[in-house]
Protein backbone atom coordinates (compact mmCIF):
# COMPACT_ATOMS: atom_id res chain seq x y z
CA UNK A 1 0.00 0.00 0.00
CA UNK A 2 1.05 3.37 -0.74
CA UNK A 3 1.97 6.08 2.02
CA UNK A 4 -0.76 8.66 2.07
CA UNK A 5 1.26 10.48 4.31
CA UNK A 6 2.27 13.58 2.43
CA UNK A 7 3.18 17.37 3.65
CA UNK A 8 4.67 20.76 2.20
CA UNK A 9 5.46 23.92 2.84
CA UNK A 10 3.35 27.53 1.67
CA UNK A 11 5.22 30.65 2.86
CA UNK A 12 3.56 33.75 2.75
CA UNK A 13 5.47 36.25 1.78
CA UNK A 14 8.52 35.67 3.02
CA UNK A 15 11.41 38.14 3.59
CA UNK A 16 14.81 36.81 4.67
CA UNK A 17 16.84 34.46 2.27
CA UNK A 18 18.65 33.37 5.86
CA UNK A 19 15.06 31.82 6.34
CA UNK A 20 13.64 30.31 3.57
CA UNK A 21 17.23 28.70 3.45
CA UNK A 22 16.52 27.25 7.02
CA UNK A 23 13.09 26.75 5.70
CA UNK A 24 14.58 24.04 2.94
CA UNK A 25 16.97 22.81 5.30
CA UNK A 26 13.83 21.81 7.85
CA UNK A 27 11.67 20.44 4.65
CA UNK A 28 14.66 18.10 3.87
CA UNK A 29 14.87 16.79 7.57
CA UNK A 30 11.51 15.98 7.92
CA UNK A 31 10.63 14.61 4.47
CA UNK A 32 7.90 17.71 3.28
CA UNK A 33 7.68 17.09 -0.15
CA UNK A 34 8.18 21.08 -1.57
CA UNK A 35 7.81 24.48 -0.85
CA UNK A 36 5.96 27.06 -2.49
CA UNK A 37 6.20 30.98 -1.49
CA UNK A 38 4.27 33.96 -2.36
CA UNK A 39 5.28 37.86 -3.17
CA UNK A 40 7.99 39.49 -4.17
CA UNK A 41 10.72 40.00 -1.18
CA UNK A 42 12.17 36.42 -1.38
CA UNK A 43 12.80 36.45 -5.10
CA UNK A 44 14.77 40.07 -4.81
CA UNK A 45 17.21 38.43 -1.82
CA UNK A 46 16.91 34.67 -3.01
CA UNK A 47 20.63 32.70 -1.57
CA UNK A 48 20.89 30.48 -0.17
CA UNK A 49 22.80 31.08 2.86
CA UNK A 50 21.76 28.68 5.47
CA UNK A 51 20.51 25.69 3.50
CA UNK A 52 23.49 23.92 3.80
CA UNK A 53 22.56 21.05 2.53
CA UNK A 54 21.33 22.13 -0.54
CA UNK A 55 17.87 20.88 -0.09
CA UNK A 56 16.85 22.63 -2.55
CA UNK A 57 18.42 20.50 -5.66
CA UNK A 58 16.33 17.58 -3.91
CA UNK A 59 12.84 19.62 -2.95
CA UNK A 60 11.45 22.56 -4.88
CA UNK A 61 10.89 25.83 -3.96
CA UNK A 62 8.71 27.15 -5.81
CA UNK A 63 7.08 31.08 -6.45
CA UNK A 64 3.99 31.14 -6.87
CA UNK A 65 1.30 34.16 -7.03
CA UNK A 66 -1.18 32.80 -4.74
CA UNK A 67 -0.83 29.86 -2.55
CA UNK A 68 -4.57 28.94 -2.23
CA UNK A 69 -4.04 28.09 -6.07
CA UNK A 70 -1.33 25.25 -5.26
CA UNK A 71 -2.72 23.29 -2.60
CA UNK A 72 -2.12 19.65 -3.72
CA UNK A 73 -4.89 18.01 -4.18
CA UNK A 74 -6.24 15.97 -1.00
CA UNK A 75 -4.42 18.26 0.89
CA UNK A 76 -5.92 20.08 3.86
CA UNK A 77 -4.34 23.52 4.21
CA UNK A 78 -3.16 24.64 7.56
CA UNK A 79 -2.67 28.29 8.78
CA UNK A 80 0.14 28.06 11.50
CA UNK A 81 -0.50 31.44 13.30
CA UNK A 82 -1.15 32.90 16.57
CA UNK A 83 -4.93 34.26 16.54
CA UNK A 84 -8.06 34.05 18.35
CA UNK A 85 -9.66 30.05 17.86
CA UNK A 86 -6.37 28.60 16.22
CA UNK A 87 -5.73 25.04 18.19
CA UNK A 88 -2.56 25.02 20.41
CA UNK A 89 0.03 22.04 18.40
CA UNK A 90 0.62 19.81 21.34
CA UNK A 91 -3.26 18.73 20.70
CA UNK A 92 -3.53 18.92 17.48
CA UNK A 93 -4.08 16.09 15.05
CA UNK A 94 -2.11 16.26 11.73
CA UNK A 95 -4.16 15.62 8.71
CA UNK A 96 -2.40 12.89 6.99
CA UNK A 97 -1.74 15.26 3.49
CA UNK A 98 -1.34 18.77 4.59
CA UNK A 99 0.55 21.96 3.25
CA UNK A 100 1.21 23.95 6.09
CA UNK A 101 1.00 28.00 5.28
CA UNK A 102 3.25 30.24 7.40
CA UNK A 103 3.55 33.54 7.64
CA UNK A 104 6.05 36.44 6.79
CA UNK A 105 8.88 36.78 9.56
CA UNK A 106 7.43 40.45 10.05
CA UNK A 107 3.94 40.30 10.14
CA UNK A 108 0.77 37.64 10.17
CA UNK A 109 -1.21 35.83 7.69
CA UNK A 110 -4.49 37.77 6.15
CA UNK A 111 -7.75 36.95 7.64
CA UNK A 112 -8.38 35.98 3.43
CA UNK A 113 -5.43 33.28 3.84
CA UNK A 114 -6.91 32.37 7.40
CA UNK A 115 -10.64 32.12 5.87
CA UNK A 116 -9.75 29.70 3.41
CA UNK A 117 -7.70 27.48 5.46
CA UNK A 118 -9.29 24.32 6.95
CA UNK A 119 -7.14 24.34 10.33
CA UNK A 120 -5.35 26.74 12.03
CA UNK A 121 -2.89 25.99 14.57
CA UNK A 122 -0.28 27.75 17.23
CA UNK A 123 3.19 26.92 19.28
CA UNK A 124 1.96 27.91 22.82
CA UNK A 125 5.27 30.32 23.50
CA UNK A 126 6.87 32.95 26.00
CA UNK A 127 7.45 34.10 23.12
CA UNK A 128 7.46 35.11 19.06
CA UNK A 129 9.65 32.36 16.94
CA UNK A 130 11.19 33.47 13.91
CA UNK A 131 10.05 31.48 10.76
CA UNK A 132 12.28 28.66 10.34
CA UNK A 133 12.12 27.86 13.82
CA UNK A 134 8.26 27.36 13.92
CA UNK A 135 8.10 25.50 10.72
CA UNK A 136 10.92 22.80 12.53
CA UNK A 137 8.58 22.66 15.18
CA UNK A 138 5.53 21.85 13.19
CA UNK A 139 7.61 19.58 11.20
CA UNK A 140 8.91 17.29 13.60
CA UNK A 141 5.49 17.72 15.78
CA UNK A 142 4.31 15.87 12.63
CA UNK A 143 6.97 13.60 12.46
CA UNK A 144 6.81 12.40 16.28
CA UNK A 145 3.14 12.01 16.57
CA UNK A 146 3.53 9.31 14.11
CA UNK A 147 0.72 6.99 14.08
CA UNK A 148 -1.57 10.32 15.80
CA UNK A 149 -3.15 11.07 11.99
CA UNK A 150 -6.87 11.26 11.00
CA UNK A 151 -6.73 8.51 9.46
CA UNK A 152 -3.61 6.63 11.77
CA UNK A 153 -1.28 6.09 9.32
CA UNK A 154 2.06 6.82 10.84
CA UNK A 155 5.73 7.28 8.79
CA UNK A 156 7.31 3.70 8.22
Same mark, same amino acid.
Given at each position: ?A????S???L ?10 S??R????YS ?6 S ?5 R ?5 ? !?T?R ?9 V?D????I ?7 AV ?7 P?PQ?T ?14 S ?5 ? !? ?8 P ?9 T??V??? !? ?7 TK ?6
Amino acid at each position: MANKRYSCIGLFNPKSPENVGSVMRAAGCYSAASVFYSGKRYARARDFVT !DTQRIYMDIPLIGVEDLQQIIPIGCTPVAVELVEGARPLPQYTHPDRAIYIFGPEDGSLSKEVL !DWCEDVIYIPTQGCMNLAATVNVVLY !DRMAKGLNTKSGLGLK
